[in-house]
Structure formats: C-alpha cells, structure tokens
C-alpha cells in the first residue's frame, strides 16, 4: 500500500505523453507537468532520503523552494548537481536522481546507526566533545564527522555545465508571478514600461497554480496572454532572484537549456512579489515521511493529480490551510482537521460538515507513528485519540518572504496580526504585494500588485496611467484567521520534535541553547546551526525565533531575526564563475609577433597577462639550455627579440616638453629632437614608479616607452597629472603599446644587420649615435629606429605600427641571414639585461627609492619633479635601506635560486633576512651564476661574502656582493 | 611593401542563425586631439561635420567620426583626414585596433553576455557609441545599425575578445 496515489484526472499534468526517469537506479515514470517530487510520490516513493545528522527517514516536506528534506544529485558524471530539491526539478525524459546522505539506501540506511546515539547527539555536541584531549584532536575527529553527517557531494572533475552571465537593464523588475506579481507587472506593462518578470518555478502563477478555481485560472490565463503580447515585457521561468544590491542591482539565476544563465539586471523600479512559505507545527516524531506542509499536499493535488491514498490529518492554527482539506475531501479521501485553536470560523465548520470532514478542536498533534512512512498520529488535548492515515498535513501558518527585501539591510519587522515577520521597510524605488507583505487574499494580492505597479511606474518617472486591473472573479477575501500556541513545547515529550529539518534541530537542542547562555537568535543559530545548510531556515526560522522568545519570556519582535543574505537558494559557483573559466579566466594579451613566434619554434611563457617569447627551439630543448645560447649569439652575433610589450605613449602637445620634465627626475626640457633619454619617475610619495626611454619625436611630439609591467599603471599616472593637476598644460597623451610593435637588434653585428636591413638608411656611428633616434619610410609604412641597448651590446629597438610588425621581423632576418641572426627570447632578453645591471619590473618593487637602486645621481637637483620633496624625507635616506646589489655566486657547484633571502655571513639562517634575490641568471660571460638583489646596506657591503638562502629546498650559496654592472662597465661595446 | 597581417588572422568567421561575427578590416583609424575650438574647426574642414557630444558617432561621407573624449575623435574612413592644421594632434590608431562586426538578431545579446551596457533597441541606437570592456578589457562599441555593431578592440586583446565573443554566441545559439 502507497501513500499518495495518481488521480485519474485534473491537475496540470500531460497525460497524453509519459516521461521515463530514473531513482537510484530504479526506472520510473512521470508525466510532463510533474516535478521529480511529484512524480516519485505517484511512483509511491514516499521516503526519498535520509536526514543530515541521525540519518532518519525523511520524506517531501514541501513543494517548493523551502524543501529541507527531498534533496538529490541530479544528473550524472560531469553534469551531476548535488542538494537540488526535487521539489524545484521539472521532471525530464531521462532525467537521473540519486539521493544522498544515505547508504546502501534511503530504505536501508547503514548510518542510521546514529540514532542510537542520538541522545548525546544534541546541540553543542560536536564542539564540546571533539575540542580534546588534545590541541588538534577537532583535524582528526573532522574527516569522520564530515562523513558521517552530510549532504550530496560535489564531483572533483570540471563542470560539465555551462554557464553564461548576461547584464540587463529594464525599467521594473517584479519578483515572483503570484497575483500580486502577475497584477504589478501588467499594470507596469501597460504603461509602456520595459518589465522583466522572474519566477523561480517552472510555470507562471505562483499559488494559482496550487488552485482548481475556474476564474482563477481564467484570470491567470487571461493575465499571462497579454502580458506576452506586450513587446517590453519579458517573462522568465526557473529564474531565482538570489540576490539585491546597491544600486538596485539584482542576480537572477536561470536554470537553461545546458546550464545556466545569470542575469545581473539593472532595475529602475523592484516590485517584491515573493510571496510567503508555510511554516510547520512542532511536535514529536514531526519529520516521519508522510508529514507535509498543508499547502504541499494542495499542491500536489491540484496541480499534480497526486493524492493521499485514503486518509489525511491535517494540523491547523489557521484559516488558510481548510482549503487543503477541502480539496482532499472533494478528491475522495478521508479528512480529519486536528484544530490547535478552540473555536474555528462557522462557515469553515459548515463547509467542513458539508464534506463530512471531522474536527478536533484545541487538539494538534501529540506524536506521529510509523517507520520509513507514516502510519497513524495521536491528537493532544482532550481528543487523545489515535487515527490512521497516509498522510498528516500541517500548517503553522504563513511567513512572508522578507529574504530578498532584507538583503538591503533593512530588517524585517514582526506583524502579530499574521504572527509573522514582514518586510521593515522598503528601499525608496522597491514596492512590496501580496503574501511578501503579509496580505494573503487573492483580491488584496491583486490590489497589492496594481498598487506596486503604479508605483513603480512613478519611480521611473513614466507618468502614463495604465487601465486598472480586472480582479479575479472569485469572491472577496477572507480574514486571515491564525492564533498561535503560547505554550511552551513540552520537551519532556518522548521522541524529537524538529524545528530545523534539514540540520536535525529539535525543540530540545533550543532549550540547551537557552539554558547554555545562547540567547541572541545570531548565538542560537550558531550554536544549534538552525537556519543553515541549503534552505537556510525558511521552514525553521521563525518557529525557533518564537521558542527562543518564549524561553526568554520576551515577544518574537524582540527577539528578532537573523540576517538575510544573497543568495535566497543555494546557487552553484559555476553560475558566478560563468564562463571565466578555463580558456577564458582571464584575457591573454598576444604581441603582432605572436603568430610568428607560434609558427617558428618558439615556447611561451606568461607573463602578466602577456605570452611572451620565452625561447626557441634553434637553441635548445628546455630553457635551461636555450638561453644561453641565445645569449652567446648577442654577445658574439647579432640577434632579434620581441619587445612589443614595452609600454607606449604618444606626448603631444605644445607644453609636451614640460610636462615630461615634471614627471621624470632628469631633465627632458631640452632633450633634442632626434634623441631618446633613459628617465625615471617617481610617484608623489618619492618612491620609483618606472623607467624606460623617450625619444623627442618633434618639438611637440614625444615617444614614451615604459616597462611591460607598468605601462598601464603610467598610462593612467599620466592621464590623472594632466586631468587633476595641470590642467594649464596642453598636452594630450595616448597608449601606443597596441599601435607599435618592436624589436630589438642586439649584438656587436646588429648595425651590419640593420645596413643590410635598410640600406637607404644612414644607421652609421654618425647617423645614428647611441640614443639616436630617427623615422624611415619603409615598405609602405614609417619605421622608428632607436639606437638604445638593454643587453649592453651595441643595439637597436626598431619599431613599426603593428600591421607590419611581422613583415619587419621577417624582412630583417632575412636581410640579416648572412649574419646568422636569429630570435631570441624573453629568458635570455632578461639575463643578458641582469649582466649589464640594468633594472627592471622585480627590482622595482614599489619600495625603492632613487638611491636604493643606485640612480640618485641622475636626478636633476634644481628643477622641481614628481616626489622630489619626499624623496628626501629622513626614513628614505637612511644609511641601512634594502639597496640594489650585484651578486657573485662563489660555489660553482650550486644553483643560485631567485627570491633567495639573503643573510650576512655569520648570521642565524632564521627569518627575512637582509634582503632577497629579484634576479638571477647563468652567465656567459663570468661563467658562473650572477644576480641583483637588493641588501641591507647596499654596496656599503662591497667585497663581503654573503649567504643566499632558499628555504623551501633547504639550499644555500655563498655569494660576494658586488657592482651590479658585472659586463663593459665602461660601456664601450655599446657605444660602438 | 611590408604586408600587413591582422591579430585575427587566424580566427575563422562565426555564423549560425540569428547571429554574425567576422573581422571588418581594412580601415583608418586617426586619434585627433587639441584644444580651443580651432583645431575643431581644422577638424571639421578635413572629415565634416563633428558630433556634438561624446557617445554619439557622425557618419559623414568619407568618415565616420566619434567625439571620444573631451578634445579627442576618432576619424574612422578608408584613408587618414588630410589636411589637418598644426593646432591638431595627431596619432594614428589603425594598427592598434581590430573592428569586430557583430550582427544579426542575437548580436544585441551576445554584446550584453560580455558588457555592462543597456543594449535595449530603446536605450543603444544606430550612431552611438559606447565605451566599455569586454573580457576585462577595453573595447568601444558602435550601434552602426539596428542588428549590426562594430566593436573596436585593442590589438594585443583583440583574438581573446573575439574568442569571448564567439564563445559567447555559441551559447545564444545553443539555447543558454
């Protein structure tokens, strides 16, 4: 015998077409219409899992979002989803759900074992057993308690799902299609307004959908069409509010076809629409599958065809849930009403009478009984009688949905009119209706709609009156007639009486709470962990925030609520990722040269954001090897490298001159056209922000070039100066780095490569002097040779717009063969810099000043720069300051590490140091590894050995400081 | 002559129902900058009439031109404005930029699944011209007619741009 039974008619159900799904294994079957909840249940699948902690046999609560208990894997292998809701799950052919929590099975669960424990189980448990006896004992005990208690877990490989974010924009959002919602947004649309509308089920229509009334669904129907033909609404289906933010920005999340969709929607105007949940009744043995909230059991029926199979009780404190037993009578089962208040309504006694439904007046529930399913309850009171039945319907009555409201931090306040928290308020462009606010007739929900959408209208500003709304043809609104217990649970009671479903907390674990000092519904919520886990307490919250109130002899609005944050239902990462994942985590930044590179042997390596060239196979298999051949051929030959990655800026401007003049330390007032300068700039506090060269392109017209790493932030630097402080200068500046490409011809040969290169171009000794600087045209386009060296070898930087720029390369390196030129890359560009002594990105670490890096003197001391004044400040001068340094290794044998800490020689290898590596490199030249770092003191210590420590492999080198410029200090190779 | 060679030269164009994605090469781009309203008035002289604010783009006959900032256009067309007076700055962007045509039914949606922008028939009409980021990076975008946009990306980004691009049309196209 099952408990629930498919109707042979009603409902919103196919039933021309059958839908083949799967439950642990089992094949079942369902029709479109049905959810996974309601089809297991007209399989007769009435225990579908097991519960978090004493893995109790649990069943559907609810038909909603607010489902503590009927929670499964859905779908399988990479696609599998752990803790949905059958409840929220449209029912699909092929659709695949597992339960969780239990094993072997829900039927047969192994771990239930944790019931016999149960007793010493309670609140508090976990934390006052698992914290000894020693230190760490909470690490060990941890695997197994998490084991042990749980939900569905998460697949370790990649997501199968796919996941998009899109930004919207509209003029009123209205959350949820009930009534009310249906009604704001019609009128909204009326008026011309943009409106998106977001429900969260699979159907619109909200509680209608859970109703039999003809001119409900009439009104329904009727409301929908138009809403469809009106072109600037836009109605969204499995689309979950989650979250409301500053600026009225709200995460709607969608379930699509392979995915989902995260809508991050712009509102002019909210309308709340959420409705209310129906909160449970307390009383032992509460959680038996076959006890369901009333509006559950109206829902399944009415919508899903799906019955009790003979006989209900259902457990009341209200008016609104006789409507269930109404339904259940009319659908032919047997309905007994346990009525926890005295004297219910006339005319529901009448209607009751009418269907032969019997009442128990100031009874409820006393105990259920059953084991995997329910069986029979025992009322309290005077009726304390024993009745058989499939099912128990219960209603506390209704919680208006004040989540998303209260996200704004707003909180909710407490209405004893529906004993219930309501909205506190709203934000001045937000409008509540319906159930949200605690009205709960299908005429106020209407009106309540309307109203918001009027209102909403007017927070846009659209002033157009829309047509009023036709209410629904059903007769006026009932009072809401609830009267809630005032007595305190009676814990004495045998078996646990839950108030949170999903974390097992009892009316019991409350009381320890209470007893133990936990008082604040925050502390209570923390130490019982009421309220967590999937649902986060939307059928618990408000029972535990009356008990708590009642133990402390104080009301549930002083008592309060807990806080309300995003998300309203639990929402996959993947869904906030979206689809910067993977290939699309980030932007890869791709030189002109990339494809040249990619087609000619050469292996990548990030930087930043940048692929760079890091080398190529002509000169070896790994890095290690390449690089110092491609360093030997720039020393001895000529090479080519990529350099497009220099940051690039256009200077132009009658005031262009000066302007650099402020921003570099040296002078650039006077620099000649022609020429470039290597400058340095400092930021306002006297730190170094960047070096690079900039050649005079004209009297007005400069070509900055930065370091790779902080062009951007220079580029902006430069922007803010012109835009916030000298606003007097005329000057205008423009990002270059994507215009230019460039390279660097590098080797005592380079100049013999260029000749060949261009030999229109006059690039002699005389030409083309060191920091020389000079356009060509060539092939159609200009060329901008640069005589500047990073290597320390005779070289050029050649530059063209980016079109061309793999036209140049290919053109110099063919020009250039008899030569043996050929690329090098970024590992050997670096190192042959590290020899030269030349700065760069790791030695500028946004702490160093002029000095340490062993640049003051290049500073101009009689005009005014950027950072000038603080520069000098006490701390920046001081004598012990982390400076630049060259570093010789002295044990051939070992391999010097970059960021090794250094440490003077007879000091504990213990702690930071004296100061670090930035850069390290074999050199071709020394034979030996060389580095720069920067140490305590600076070239003060010149000549002292020195100990590089690397910790993480337990290594260290004795190392001799000495001059960073450890090639031609003289500079004669570049100057040749 | 150096032949010139797209970032996107290895990107395949995107065409399913509803929704186009190619390379629209073979432009010239030209910042021009200055300042006092004669350099304007040199502008309008060489590439016509200038539009008024910033976000809106003026189709003239041989240029479209975009007031990008205060001071600052770009002249789009198939050759750089000649003619120019001193009093103007300029600085060639043709290089530095990919123009992505993004068109068909779909194209409004697959902008709006990589930027923040209303891209409402009613809020982005053809002639105007936003400037905004897509992937992290900066892009503007040209609502050149009701179904079709240009989007002008930075060169360096421009192959991850389009890559998002697509990406994200195929999800448009696949029902997501």
Redesign the interface.
């Known amino acids: 015998m099952t408990a629930f039974r498919r109707l042979p008619g009603g409902g919103r159900i196919d039933r021309s077409r059958t839908l083949g799904f799967t439950f642990d294994g089992q094949r079942l079957f369902g029709r479109p219409g049905d959810t996974l909840a309601s089809a297991l249940l007209a399989n007769g699948k009435l225990l579908v899992g097991r519960s978090f902690k004493y893995h109790r046999p649990r069943g559907f609560l609810s038909a909603g979002i607010e489902e503590p208990n009927g929670l499964f894997t859905i779908g399988e292998g990479n696609r599998a989803e752990p803790n949905i809701p059958g409840t929220m799950v449209p029912l699909s052919d092929g659709l695949v759900a597992r339960s969780q929590n239990a094993w072997p099975s829900p039927a047969f669960d192994l771990m239930a074992v944790n019931s016999i424990a149960a007793p010493i189980l309670g609140a508090g448990f976990y934390y006052k057993t698992f914290i000894g006896p020693f230190r760490k004992s909470w690490m060990f005990y941890e695997p197994f308690i998490r084991k042990a208690a749980g939900m569905g877990k998460a697949d370790a490989a990649p997501d199968g799902a796919?996941y998009?974010?899109?930004?919207?924009?509209t003029d009123v959002l209205v959350i949820g299609s009930g009534p009310a919602g249906l009604a704001a947004a019609l009128t909204a649309g009326r008026a011309g307004a943009?409106v998106l509308l977001a429900e969260q089920d699979s159907e619109l229509g909200g509680s209608l959908l859970a109703e039999t009334s003809e001119a409900l669904e009439r009104w329904r129907t009727d409301t929908l069409a138009e809403l469809r033909s009106l072109p600037r609404v836009t109605l969204l289906t499995r689309a979950t509010a989650q979250g409301i933010y500053d600026g009225n920005q709200v995460t709607v999340a969608q379930h699509?076809?392979?995915?989902q969709?995260l809508h991050?929607i712009?509102a002019r105007s909210i309308v709340h629409a959420a409705g209310s949940l129906e909160r449970p009744l307390v009383f032992s043995n509460n959680d038996r599958p076959g006890v369901m909230l009333s509006s559950a059991v109206r829902s399944y029926l009415n919508r899903h065809a799906v019955a009790p199979a003979e006989r209900a009780v259902l457990a009341t404190n209200n008016d609104a849930a006789y409507s269930t037993a109404f339904a259940l009578a009319e659908a032919g089962v047997a309905v007994t009403i346990a009525e926890e208040r005295m004297a219910p309504a006339g005319d529901l006694l009448a209607q009751a009478a009418a269907l032969g439904i019997a009442i128990f007046p100031n009874a409820g529930i006393a105990d259920t009984f059953g084991g995997s399913q329910l069986k029979a309850v025992r009322l309290k009171g005077r009726h304390s009688v024993t009745i058989d039945c499939d099912v128990l319907a219960v209603s506390g009555g209704w919680n208006p949905a004040v989540h998303l409201s209260s996200h704004g931090g707003i909180k909710p306040k407490y209405d004893p009119a529906i004993a219930a928290f309501v909205p506190g308020g709203f934000a001045e462009t937000h409008f509540g209706a319906g159930g949200t606010i605690g009205h709960f007739g299908w005429q106020a929900c209407v009106r309540d709609g309307e109203t918001a959408g009027k209102g909403a209208l007017a927070a846009c500003g659209i002033g157009k009156s829309p047509r009023a709304i036709d209410p629904p043809g059903v007769r006026d609104d009932r009072a809401y007639g609830i009267a809630v217990s005032r007595d305190p649970f009676d814990v004495s009671l045998p078996g646990k009486a839950f108030v949170d479903f999903q974390h097992d907390v009892t009316a019991k674990d409350i009381k320890v709470a209470h007893q133990e000092g936990f008082h604040s519904v925050e502390h209570l919520k923390r130490y019982t962990t009421l309220g967590m886990a999937t649902d986060q307490g939307k059928t618990s919250n408000v029972n535990a925030i009356a008990m708590m109130a009642g133990l402390r002899g104080i009301g549930p609005e002083a008592a309060g609520t807990t806080t309300f944050r995003p998300p309203f239902s639990p929402l996959t990462v993947g869904a906030l990722a979206g689809?910067s994942v993977g290939?699309?985590f980030?932007?890869?930044?791709?030189?002109?040269l990339?494809?040249w590179h990619a087609r000619n042997g050469c292996t990548f390596i990030e930087a930043g954001l940048?692929m760079r060239a890091w080398y190529y196979d002509w000169a070896g298999p790994t890095p290690e090897t390449a690089y110092v051949r491609e360093m030997e051929l720039v020393r001895k030959g000529v090479g080519i490298a990529d350099v497009s990655t220099l940051g690039k800026i256009?200077v132009?401007?009658p005031d262009a001159a000066e302007f650099l003049n402020r921003v570099y330390v040296n002078g650039f007032a006077k620099l000649p056209v022609g020429k470039a300068r290597y400058g340095v700039m400092l930021n306002d506090d006297g730190i170094v922000l960047d070096d690079g060269t900039t050649s005079r392109i004209s009297d007005?017209?400069f070509y900055m070039t930065t370091t790779t790493a902080q062009a951007g932030e220079v580029m902006s630097w430069l922007e803010y100066l012109l835009q916030c402080h000298w606003t007097d200068l005329?000057v205008?500046v423009?990002?270059?780095?994507?215009?230019?490409?460039g390279m660097a011809v590098s080797g005592p040969d380079s100049r013999k490569a260029l000749e060949l290169a261009f030999p229109e171009a006059d690039v002699s000794n005389e030409g083309l002097p060191y920091m020389g600087v000079k356009d060509i045209p060539?092939?159609?386009?200009t060329v901008r040779l640069m005589r500047l060296s990073f290597s320390g070898e005779l070289a050029y930087e050649v530059h063209?717009?980016?079109?061309?720029?793999?036209?140049?390369w290919e053109?110099i390196l063919q020009a250039a063969a008899p030569l043996g030129i050929r690329p090098y890359g970024l590992e050997a560009l670096a190192s042959l810099r590290i020899e030269k002594g030349h700065v760069a990105g790791l030695e500028l670490d946004h702490r160093n000043s002029l000095d340490d890096l062993g640049l003051g003197k290049m500073a101009a001391r009689e005009k005014p720069y950027i950072g000038k004044e603080l520069r000098f400040r006490e701390a920046m001068q001081a004598p012990d300051r982390w400076s630049l340094v060259g570093l010789e290794a002295l044990e051939p044998g070992k391999k010097l590490r970059g960021a090794s800490i250094l440490f003077a020689a007879d000091d504990e290898i213990k702690g930071h140091g004296r100061g670090y590596i930035t850069s390290v490199t074999w050199s071709t030249e020394l034979n030996r590894f060389i580095a720069l770092g920067l140490y305590q003191g600076g070239l003060r210590h010149e000549g002292e050995e020195i100990i590089a420590a690397f910790p993480l492999k337990n290594e260290q080198v004795r190392l001799r400081i000495v001059s960073p410029h450890f090639i031609d200090k003289e500079g004669t190779r570049l100057h040749a | 002559m150096l032949d010139a060679r797209s970032p996107l030269a290895s990107a395949y164009s995107f065409e399913a129902k509803d929704i186009a994605i190619r390379e629209e090469g073979g432009f010239t781009l030209t910042q021009v900058a200055g300042f006092g309203k004669g350099f304007e008035k040199s502008l309008a002289e060489a590439v016509g009439k200038l539009p008024a604010r910033i976000g809106v783009a003026q189709a003239n006959d041989a240029f479209t031109v975009l007031r990008i900032a205060p001071q600052q256009f770009w002249c789009v067309g198939e050759a750089a404005p000649a003619g120019l007076s001193g009093e103007c700055l300029i600085t060639p962007l043709s290089s530095g930029r990919c123009r992505i045509r993004v068109e068909g039914a779909h194209a409004r949606r697959t902008l709006a699944r990589g930027s923040a922008i209303d891209f409402d028939r009613s809020a982005f009409k053809p002639g105007q011209f936003v400037m905004t980021g897509i992937h992290h990076t900066p892009v503007l975008i040209h609502c050149v007619d009701a179904e079709v946009f240009h989007v002008y990306a930075m060169r360096t980004f421009a192959l991850a741009v389009w890559e998002w691009l697509v990406d994200a049309a195929e999800g448009l196209v696949a029902g997501n």
């Open positions: 796919r998009d974010v899109e930004y919207g924009f943009k699509v076809a392979q995915g969709l991050v712009r689809r290939k699309h980030r932007p890869v930044r791709r030189s002109p990339h494809d940048w256009d132009q401007g007005t017209q005329k205008h423009a990002s270059l780095t994507d215009e230019w490409g060539f092939g159609g386009t063209c717009p980016a079109n061309f720029t793999i036209a140049l053109h």
